[in-house]
């Protein structure tokens, strides 16, 4: 017989390799390679007392990831966070949000300036609206961050479901019925 270690060993790779590729094809990557996430997904063994605790380890925001998360406040250093990932992204990244988000606001106040313009016929000049064009990296970066922070307070963040496709496809029965081949009768799974 195989000793239990090797099972929830083999166990732990399957669903760490599950887990990447899943994120891979829910289009969770860095440019052409895994995402930061996917990169720090791994798993652990403990002897606890006379069993073994399986422990899989991820960051706090994989839960975010996979169940989303309801509208609602981005603190400052959530926004802080978000410009980080936009700067992993790449220079060009932030560049094209910056660029669309300043194409959408102007298109709102071309929109209010014609309003205007129809309230008040006999007023001679207006402001000419135009995209701003040369902004420093650092400020397109902070508006990058408050524009997708806004955006979350608004309509939150569905999730991928990356990790619960995984977990609930029928890989924690078998890995039961492999326990309890062991004489494992009281296996407990549980997610931290």
């Known amino acids: 017989m195989v000793p239990i270690e090797i099972v929830i060993d083999e166990f732990g790779n399957k669903l760490v390799d599950d887990l990447k590729a899943s994120l891979k094809k829910k289009g969770v990557m860095y440019q052409t390679q895994e995402s930061k996430l996917a990169a720090s997904i791994r798993f652990r063994t403990l002897p606890k007392g006379d069993s073994i605790v399986f422990q899989l380890l991820m960051p706090d925001y994989a839960e975010i990831r996979d169940k989303g998360r ?5 603190s400052k250093e959530g926004r802080k966070q978000i410009e980080e990932w936009g700067r992993r992204k790449g220079a060009g990244f932030i560049e094209k949000a910056y660029a669309g988000m300043q194409a ?4 709102k106040r071309k929109k209010k300036q014609s309003e205007a313009k129809a309230r008040n016929p006999t007023r001679k000049t207006w402001k000419d609206l135009q995209v701003p064009t040369k902004v420093p990296y650092n400020k397109m ?3 990058f961050g408050y524009g997708i922070a806004m955006k979350l307070k608004k309509k939150g963040y569905e999730g991928n479901n990356f990790f619960t496709d995984v977990i609930n496809d029928g890989r924690i029965d078998e890995l039961k019925k492999d326990l309890m081949d062991y004489g494992f009768k009281n ?5 931290e």
């Open 187 to 191: 296996f407990k799974f549980g997610l």
């Open 104 to 107: 959408k606001q102007l298109e």
């Open 141 to 143: 970066k902070e508006a």
């Open 70 to 74: 309801k509208p609602g406040p981005v």
